[in-house]
């Protein structure tokens, strides 16, 4: 990880979120004696930053100024170490993008030399106090400080954030690529990402994801779903815990046995609230669609495994209809 002068310019604690500037950039490097060779460079030899975290850019305010004005500024760039000719972008992101929106052919460039640990470093400045990152992006830029050096526990300290701030993103990374769209669409999911994330095939998290981006399910209904799904099962197949109704479904799938609408029904004591019963309904709903989506991309192969579940559906539908 970079040490000393160089970090202590920019890289402090700031919980005010902040956009590094290219004075800051400078500055990074102005106590360094950096041979640099002023060169225009055609635009589409010109490559991101590596370490870049971010994926998605707002150049609306710079692409109208460029229209009128040109491209007044100049890039900083290094040589592509892995293809000659080309050059990898250390800072400016945005201006490069909305040139290429502009259609400029040549940028003014500074051609100078920088390793994979500044580049890095960069990366993170950039990065690590803006306040307009997606979870994704962040997460990114987490893991990047922490190939940098970091702990968890130092960057914690670093954003002023807790560690479970930092674990969260950090978890997404790792996420299938279903449940790190559902957190692209909805950045409120991302807690919940994390316990849809323990489903191991997608036709099961499907429902939940579902759930979860139309807004009927929450993080504590995914949390127990989730929960009763994976819950250690009997020799006989039937979970240890106790199960909601719907796992009463699947545990007569199992059996080819449907039981009694009383079978299935948890006392709770207290009547529940209109509000309760809409969202208890909708988690139940959820699981259902979570058993028929396992079903669909898993169906019963042998003439007994489609009989066992051909007698529960009969069995279960004219119970179904009695609720209606």
């Not at 920019?10 to 490097?29: N, S």
């Not at 803006?130 to 190939?147: G, T, V, Y």
């Not at 559902?182 to 099961?204: C, F, G, N, S």
Request: with cysteine; proline share 6%; net charge negative.
């Amino acid at each position: 990880m970079a040490s000393g002068s160089k970090r202590s310019k920019f890289m402090t604690r700031d919980a005010r979120p902040r956009m590094a500037t290219d004075e800051d950039f400078a500055a990074l490097f102005s106590e360094v004696d950096l041979p640099i060779i002023a060169q225009d460079i055609p635009i589409e030899r010109i490559k991101p930053n590596p370490y870049q975290p971010r994926t998605e850019f707002d150049v609306s305010d710079l692409v109208d100024g460029m229209r009128v004005h040109g491209f007044t500024s100049r890039l900083r760039v290094r040589r592509d170490p892995d293809e000659n000719g080309y050059f990898q972008l250390v800072y400016g992101e945005r201006r490069l993008r909305a040139a290429q929106v502009v259609g400029i052919p040549l940028i003014p460039c500074d051609i100078a030399t920088h390793t994979d640990e500044e580049m890095r470093e960069l990366a993170l400045t950039e990065n690590l106090n803006r306040a307009d990152l997606s979870p994704i992006e962040e997460a990114r830029a987490f893991q990047l400080a922490l190939d940098a050096g970091y702990t968890v526990r130092s960057l914690a300290e670093r954003v002023s954030k807790d560690k479970g701030y930092i674990e969260n993103r950090l978890a997404v990374l790792k996420a299938p690529p279903d449940v790190q769209d559902m957190v692209r669409q909805r950045d409120d999911t991302l807690r919940a990402a994390r316990e849809i994330a323990k489903l191991p095939d997608e036709a099961e998290r499907r429902p939940l994801v579902a759930g979860l981006l139309d807004g009927s399910l929450r993080k504590a209904d995914v949390t127990e779903i989730v929960r009763e799904r994976l819950a250690p099962t009997t020799s006989f197949g039937a979970a240890t815990l106790e199960q909601d109704d719907i796992a009463g479904l699947d545990r007569e799938v199992q059996h080819g046995v449907p039981a009694s609408p009383s079978s299935v029904r948890r006392t709770t004591g207290a009547e529940p609230t209109e509000q309760q019963y809409s969202r208890r309904l909708d988690r139940d709903i959820s699981q259902v669609q979570m058993i028929f989506e396992r079903w669909r991309a898993h169906p019963p192969e042998s003439s007994t495994e489609r009989a066992k579940l051909t007698a529960c559906l009969d069995a279960l539908i004219p119970q179904f209809e009695e609720l209606l």
